[in-house]
């Protein structure tokens, strides 16, 4: 809102001069006419002061007008700026809990999958650790086995030649 229209105080001073001294340089003076150049001065004095008068009110109109636009666009802005505040301060908020679920959310998808790897880990270790046990077990026996026939045949081998020996001997004491 525009404030009214005032005038100036160097406007005002200027009509003030105009209408003060037009009188005397269109007529020339004379003694008979110094009352009415006084009445005329009083008067313009008198104009100058309502003048002056309006103006000021002017003024002061115009300055509580401007004081009032001010106060209110303060009061518009301080509102506007809790407003977004707060709209900012629920977004920053909505924000972080999105960010915080997300967060979450990957996190027990890294664990799971590290439980999941742990197991299949664990699970090949055991089969190979049974493989192991079971080849060692093989192993074992194949040896226990090998060991049990190695000395059968080494006993075959022995009784063989010493009852070869037993009867070489019978028949080597006969003759």
């Known amino acids: 809102m525009r404030p009214p229209r005032t005038l100036s105080p160097m406007l005002?001073?200027?009509i003030t001069v105009f209408l003060v001294h037009a009188p005397g340089w269109s007529q020339p003076t004379a003694a008979s006419q110094d009352g009415s150049v006084k009445q005329?001065?009083?008067a313009a004095g008198?104009?100058?002061k309502a003048a002056a008068k309006d103006a000021g009110h002017e003024v002061k109109t115009?300055?509580?007008t401007a004081a009032h636009a001010t106060a209110n666009g303060t009061r518009k802005a301080a509102h506007a700026?809790?407003?977004g505040a707060v709209k900012a301060t629920h977004a920053t908020e909505h924000g972080t809990q999105k960010a915080a679920h997300e967060t979450k959310a990957e996190?027990?998808?890294a664990a799971h999958a590290t439980e999941k790897d742990t197991k299949q880990v664990a699970r090949a270790t055991s089969q190979e650790s049974k493989?192991?046990?079971d080849a060692t077990e093989r192993?074992?026996?194949n040896a226990a086995h090998a060991t049990a026939h190695g000395t059968k045949k080494i006993w075959d081998k022995t009784k063989s030649t010493t009852e070869g020996a037993v009867h070489g001997a019978k028949e080597g004491a006969e003759k």
């Open 46 to 48: 008198q104009d100058t």
């Open 131 to 133: 493989k192991a046990a």
């Open 107 to 109: 996190t027990q998808k």
């Open 81 to 83: 700026t809790e407003h």
């Open 62 to 64: 115009g300055s509580t």
């Open 40 to 42: 005329d001065v009083k």
């Open 12 to 14: 005002v001073a200027a």
């Open 139 to 141: 192993g074992s026996k």
